[in-house]
């Protein structure tokens, strides 16, 4: 059988002037995927910075943060909050403490005082109203506003994980028998600052947040509550305490007499004294302000308190 002849194929190579087209090809098709977006009208994407809101922050530390990263003047975000678009529960009267939830924000040129403090409120909602949060609210005979503001006190005046639980107990026992809560972390709110040093003369302001003379729960949240704060006020951990002190940081006592309680007081004076002014943290209801002879301080924000 024969068989034509067919020559050997040759493999096609690009001219040197073949390689430069492809080479100038390669260039104009990554100019224009530059180019695209600019063609369109935009700009290339924009990398976001960050806004971090701590657990326990107040109001006014978020305004002060926005105003801040937005280069505004000191103010704005506060002037911004009667007319920003913010999905707050009737009960909080178009005020949004303890709904300015506390997580990093993406924060671009577009941001605004009214969009981030709606992004907030907007996360806050997301994470709090939860069917867990209203159940656990409900049980314990409160609104989901309610235990907000209990949150916040708990994230005001408690250590750690486990001292939130029974911070959250104290409370809850505390409300049980119409005793007032006591709490020098709304004292300070009332007054606008953070101290463990709360003056007898102090626990008799006229204030709506003064949980010495007044009884049951602040008006308001004190501070933003992150999540570990609101699971502990549905879901306290079991006890009957109804007072507490911090002897020394990572060291809080819980008592269910007063008895028991002065001696822990004692003992926090003892350590107060000895490693001098501001030491301490956290004592909780019934302690008094430096000597623990009287029952009148409650629940006084630790040193370095984040609600303040």
């Given at each position: 059988m024969r068989h034509e002849y067919q020559p050997p194929r040759r493999r096609s190579r690009?001219?040197?002037r073949g390689r430069l087209a492809l080479f100038l090809g390669l260039l104009l098709a990554i100019?224009?995927?530059a180019l695209f977006p600019l063609l369109r009208?935009?700009?290339a994407p924009e990398k976001p910075r960050r806004l971090t809101i701590p657990e326990g922050w107040?109001?006014?530390q978020v305004y002060a943060a926005i105003d801040?990263?937005?280069?505004?003047?000191a103010g704005s975000t506060k002037a911004a909050v009667p007319t920003a678009a913010l999905a707050l529960p009737p009960e909080a009267k178009g005020n949004p403490e303890g709904f300015l939830f506390p997580a990093?924000?993406?924060v671009t040129s577009e941001s605004t005082p009214a969009t981030l403090l709606a992004y907030m409120v907007d996360t806050a909602n997301r994470k709090l109203a939860t069917r867990a949060v209203a159940d656990g609210a409900k049980a314990h005979g409160m609104t989901p506003y309610q235990t907000a503001t209990l949150a916040s006190i708990i994230e005001a005046e408690a250590e750690s994980r486990s001292d939130r639980g029974k911070v959250a107990r104290v409370v809850h026992n505390r409300l049980a028998r119409s005793m007032p809560l006591q709490m020098d972390s709304t004292i300070n709110y009332?007054?606008?600052r953070n101290t463990v040093d709360t003056k007898l003369s102090e626990t008799r302001i006229d204030s709506p947040f003064n949980t010495y003379e007044r009884q049951g729960l602040p008006p308001t949240p004190i501070d933003s509550p992150g999540l570990e704060a609101m699971a502990a006020a549905v879901a306290p951990t079991p006890g009957d305490w109804l007072f507490f002190v911090t002897v020394k940081p990572g060291d809080t006592r819980f008592s269910a007499t007063y008895e028991e309680h002065k001696k822990h007081v004692a003992e926090f004076n003892r350590h107060r004294a000895g490693a001098?002014?501001?030491a301490g943290a956290s004592t909780g209801p019934g302690s008094e302000s430096g000597s623990g002879t009287s029952e009148v301080a409650a629940g006084r924000a630790r040193a370095g308190s984040r609600a303040g």
């Open positions: 690009l001219t040197r100019g224009a995927a009208g935009g700009q107040r109001a006014p801040r990263e937005l280069k505004l003047p990093t924000y993406p009332a007054l606008g001098g002014p501001g």
